[in-house]
């Protein structure tokens, strides 16, 4: 059996992820980014808002860079990412002061890039957000909403 040849290219480049970065104009007239999955959650966001929508755009791509490689740290456990290795940033599990677990992304710089933006109820519920965000955010696509 043989199949005609249709002389369409072929898409190679494929998006995995189930979420997608938004960068928006918040009420205060910053430009902030979010990462939203598929069902709707919102997984992360950046810790700051930005003057342009370029530089909120450099954020998140600090995030898409950093976020698969970075070592995860339990802070109530007083943990430390090793010296070599991982990527730029770490992840940091913590207790908040109204006992709920999140989680944080710490640039080297001492910058926050991202966090989950809420408190879950377990460290377990914690690890799995953020691992959300390693696997979603190298290959989520950034859209502007308006």
């Known amino acids: 059996m043989e199949w005609e040849a249709s002389g369409e290219d072929v898409e190679t480049e494929v998006n995995a992820s189930k979420a997608t970065f938004e960068v928006y104009e ?3 007239g910053k430009y902030r980014w979010r990462l939203k ?3 709707g959650n919102i997984i992360a966001d950046g810790s700051e808002g930005y ?4 530089k909120a755009k450099q954020g998140l791509e600090s995030v898409r860079e950093n976020a698969p490689g970075a070592y995860v740290v ?3 456990k007083d943990e430390e990412a090793p010296e070599t290795g991982g990527s730029d940033a770490t992840f940091e599990l913590y207790r908040d ?8 992304l710490e ?18 519920k914690a690890k799995q957000g ?3 965000v390693k696997a979603n955010s190298p ?4 859209e502007t909403v308006e």
Not at 51 to 54: E, F, I, N, V, Y
Not at 107 to 124: C, W
Not at 139 to 142: D, F, I, K, L, T
Request: net charge negative; proline share 0%.
């Open 26 to 28: 918040d009420a205060e």
């Open 37 to 39: 999955h598929d069902n």
């Open 51 to 54: 003057a342009s929508k370029q």
């Open 74 to 76: 339990d802070l109530s």
């Open 97 to 104: 002061a109204d006992e709920k677990f999140r989680w944080r």
């Open 107 to 124: 640039h080297d710089n001492g910058n926050i890039i991202a966090d989950g933006g809420q408190g879950y109820s377990s460290k377990q």
């Open 130 to 132: 953020l691992e959300s």
């Open 139 to 142: 290959g989520a696509a950034v």
